[in-house]
Structures are given as C-alpha cells and as structure tokens.
C-alpha cells in the first residue's frame, strides 16, 4: 500500500493513539437495508463480559473514526472491550511488538509481504479450513481472496492467517458523462472497444487521455498500475502471481507485451494532452483536471477510487464525472473479468476467544454493512446488502467487485521495494520518455538479480 501513503489527503496524527469505540452509528432492529439478524445471532452466540481486545491497524483520522463506529457493534454483541491503536508508522510499530512478545490480539494490515514475514516468523495463527471454505463460499472470486490470505508458516506450510476486509478497486477509468453525451461516445464494454473510442477521439479532433506520472520521488507509479491491469487483461492469473515473485522474469515477452499495450496509449501524441512527452513530468494530481476544461483537455483517465480527491472543488461523482471498469479483451474471453486493487487483511496475532469471535464477526454482514453506510469501504462479500453502500458510485465499485472473476493485489506493492518503490517506477518514466520496453525490462530485471 505505499502508493496510498504517498497519495493520501487525510491528516494523520503524529502519535499512536489508542480508543474505544463510539456510540452505535445505527440502532440494531432499525433500518431494514442492515441484517440485523446477523448481528442477533452473534450476539447470542458471544458472550465475552470482561474480555479486552486489542487491535492495532492503519487507519487514522477519519478512518480511523469510521472503524471505530463498525467495532462498536462487536462491543454491543459481546461485552468486550476493544482498545484499537494505530502509528504514524504502523509497518515498523507491529514489526517491534511482534518481536519484543507483546502483540495485538488482532492486527489489520495493507501489505501481503510484510504478513508474508510476520508469518513465516511464527507471529501469526491460522484461521483454519472453516475461514477458508467460508471466503470460497461467500467472496465473490473467492480462490483469489483465499490466494491473498495463504501464506507460509515457520515450519513452511502453507495455511490461511488472514481474512480481507475493506477493499480499493484501482481498475478504473474515469470521463465526464456530458463531454460523452454532447460528443456521441458511449462507455466501451470491452478493450477492443476502449481502443477504438480512443482512435474515434483522436480523428474527431479531440485528446482521449489525460494521464500524468509526477509523484515527487516516487515518480512512475500511476503507470505500473497500468502495466498491472494490462497484465491481468492480456495473461493468466497465475502468470500475475509468478512475476510478481520474479519466477516469470521482468523481461519475459508477457511483461513486456503489457508495457508496450500501455504504451499503446501513452506513447502516441495524439492519444495524450500535451503529448507523449507530458506523461512523465504531468503530475498525477493535475492529470485528471483536463477532463473538466471546457472544451475537455482529455475525455478518460485511468485511475483508482481516490481521484476525485483531485477534480475541482464541487465535484459530484455520478454526475460531474463518473467512471467505468477497464474493461477486458473480448478476444480473451478466457481471462474474464479480472480487477486489480489493494486493501486491509485482519489477523490474529495473540490468540484469545475475543479475537477468534473477532474474525467471526468479520464474517457477518452487519460488519460490512454498517461501513458501507458510511463511506469508504467496499466489499467482495456477496453476503452483504449492497442496498447499504450510502451512494451509487460506491455501490457501483461495489459491483465491480462482486462481478470479478479474479481479484489480484497491487502487483509492485507485491515486489521488492527497490523493484516495485523504485526500479519498476523510473523504468516506467524511461519507456515514457522513449526507451523501449525491452530495454526497460532487462534493467529492472538487473536491478531484481542484484537482490539476490
């Protein structure tokens, strides 16, 4: 999750803070959009009067006032106590507390490779087959969840630690519903259909993309987002999973074939404002304000749900802009509908009945349910009602989610640092600016050997 660090616009405290849960944001047995039966039948099925749970995450600020709002509810259910912390640098604080024996019963966190390492450190408790068969039953793409939450014990085995909760969907492309309409365009269905809006824009006069890598030093990250989505579009999930862990090389012709489709786009001049040339020096956070010029700099612009932190003031979306799933090959039919995000993964780390009921309340609906109410959450739970999201974009990337056939993790957050906070960022600015993607891949491919 280190692009979301870098990209975030709430204000984070500079200390770790550690609370207890606020009043119940809606009364159980109101409001019939919630299950409340499910939260009845855990409550009669916990009874945890005297027990303390401690739970360390990396939500703060607002989020952080969201989450408490949700474990308010397990509050009310059982009698336990929750006390939740979180740090400015949360990565390192569960690092410390593993080690030093004193861990959170539960720990909430954003990166696979650092759970990676807490459990083949023998941090971590297995969830069982019971949690396993539930996320196959009841996570739409459900393998793919049970893929992200299996990981290697200290003895080297393979079991689940983790269950996902609260999901980012990146594979996004954002317009202006009114630019469409006064031009004639129509949302494409598929890639084959994506590219030829794109063309139909260019020989109407217009620009198609908007689309900027400026990140300070973190530079290029936007377009290994894009090379991750044209990954999953143009190969197996399986290939996904074995270049993110080098066993398909980075100058293999699959990775170079998804830089080149991405190329495809951002290296023709008359497909990007401002020209090809732009996309490396055009901040990310300027990128996507050309959609909104009038007449429109730009017709489309690939980005993740937090974009519209970014248009210009008063932005509604659903009306002033709104966006579509980047769609698949039609002449891939075979890959399906895969989608590419990140999230947060809930663990056990100091085993107790408070945090096995925990990950058990996780599994209800009202646990999705009453933060779907609120904002910022999204879910692959087919169990939850997606009348409850509390707005129609979000029950839209909520349909994202629930119509994928795969679901894969940020790929470069998967990597290395030094290859996917680094070498993957600048050769991405260096196939922008004109190297091929040949010689692209052989020097992150160098900068990959010299890890080892």
């Known amino acids: 999750m280190k692009k979301l660090f870098l990209i975030t616009v709430a204000a984070a405290a500079l200390t770790t803070g550690m609370t207890s849960a606020a009043e119940l944001k809606f009364k159980p047995g109101e409001d019939a959009k919630f299950?409340?039966?499910?939260?009845?039948?855990?409550?009669?099925?916990?009874?945890?009067?005297?027990?303390?749970?401690?739970?360390?995450?990396?939500?703060?600020?607002?989020?952080?006032?969201?989450?408490?709002?949700?474990?308010?509810?397990?509050?009310?259910?059982?009698?336990?106590?929750?006390?939740?912390?979180?740090?400015?640098?949360?990565?390192?604080?569960?690092?410390?507390?593993?080690?030093?024996?004193?861990?959170?019963?539960?720990?909430?966190?954003?990166?696979?490779?650092?759970?990676?390492?807490?459990?083949?450190?023998?941090?971590?408790?297995?969830?069982?087959?019971?949690?396993?068969?539930?996320?196959?039953?009841?996570?739409?793409?459900?393998?793919?969840?049970?893929?992200?939450?299996?990981?290697?014990?200290?003895?080297?085995?393979?079991?689940?630690?983790?269950?996902?909760?609260?999901?980012d969907v990146k594979s996004l492309v954002w317009y202006v519903p009114e630019n469409f309409e006064d031009a004639g365009y129509e949302v494409p269905k598929t890639m084959e259909e994506l590219k030829a809006l794109t063309e139909k824009i260019a020989a109407d006069?217009?620009?198609?993309?908007?689309?900027?890598?400026?990140?300070?030093?973190?530079?290029?990250?936007?377009?290994?987002?894009?090379?991750?989505?044209?990954?999953?579009?143009?190969?197996?999930?399986?290939?996904?999973?074995?270049?993110?862990?080098?066993?398909?090389?980075?100058?293999?012709?699959?990775?170079?074939?998804?830089?080149?489709?991405?190329?495809?786009?951002?290296?023709?001049?008359?497909?990007?404002?401002?020209?090809?040339?732009?996309?490396?020096?055009?901040?990310?956070?300027?990128?996507?304000?050309?959609?909104?010029?009038?007449?429109?700099?730009?017709?489309?612009?690939?980005?993740?749900?937090?974009?519209?932190?970014?248009?210009?003031?008063?932005?509604?979306?659903?009306?002033?802009?709104?966006?579509?799933?980047?769609?698949?090959?039609a002449s891939k039919a075979d890959l399906g509908n895969p989608v590419l995000g990140a999230g947060t993964l809930a663990m056990i780390a100091k085993d107790s009945p408070a945090a096995r009921a925990f990950i058990e309340f996780l599994k209800t609906p009202i646990a999705h349910e009453t933060w779907m109410a609120q904002s910022s959450f999204l879910t692959p739970f087919k169990g939850a009602n997606k009348e409850a999201y509390a707005n129609a974009p979000m029950a839209k990337q909520g349909d994202i989610l629930l119509n994928a056939t795969t679901f894969r993790f940020d790929g470069?957050?998967?990597?290395?640092?030094?290859?996917?906070?680094g070498a993957f960022w600048t050769g991405m600015v260096d196939y922008s600016g004109g190297k091929s993607a040949e010689d692209v891949t052989g020097e992150i491919q160098k900068a990959w050997d010299a890890l080892k």
């Not at 969201?66 to 939740?84: C, H, K, N, P, R």
């Not at 470069?412 to 906070?421: F, R, T």
């Open 35 to 167: 299950n409340w039966a499910s939260f009845e039948e855990f409550k009669k099925a916990n009874d945890l009067k005297g027990q303390t749970l401690s739970i360390f995450g990396p939500w703060r600020g607002e989020d952080q006032a969201l989450f408490e709002s949700i474990f308010a509810y397990f509050e009310e259910a059982t009698g336990a106590d929750v006390q939740y912390s979180s740090s400015e640098n949360y990565e390192q604080q569960i690092v410390i507390d593993t080690q030093a024996g004193s861990p959170p019963n539960i720990a909430i966190l954003p990166q696979p490779g650092l759970i990676a390492d807490l459990a083949s450190k023998g941090h971590l408790t297995p969830l069982g087959d019971e949690t396993k068969n539930w996320l196959l039953e009841n996570y739409s793409a459900g393998q793919s969840w049970v893929d992200l939450s299996t990981y290697k014990g200290k003895d080297g085995t393979a079991a689940l630690y983790a269950l996902p909760y609260k999901i």
């Open 205 to 329: 006069g217009g620009t198609p993309w908007c689309i900027g890598l400026g990140s300070g030093g973190a530079t290029g990250w936007p377009a290994t987002d894009w090379v991750e989505d044209m990954m999953l579009r143009t190969q197996s999930a399986d290939v996904y999973d074995k270049w993110v862990t080098n066993e398909v090389k980075f100058n293999d012709p699959a990775v170079i074939g998804a830089i080149e489709e991405f190329g495809w786009f951002a290296r023709n001049d008359k497909f990007v404002d401002g020209g090809a040339k732009a996309v490396a020096s055009t901040d990310f956070r300027d990128s996507p304000k050309g959609l909104f010029g009038a007449p429109p700099k730009c017709y489309l612009h690939h980005q993740a749900s937090f974009i519209p932190s970014f248009f210009p003031e008063g932005t509604v979306v659903g009306e002033d802009a709104d966006f579509f799933y980047m769609p698949p090959y």
């Open 412 to 421: 470069s957050d998967l990597m290395p640092g030094k290859i996917g906070a």
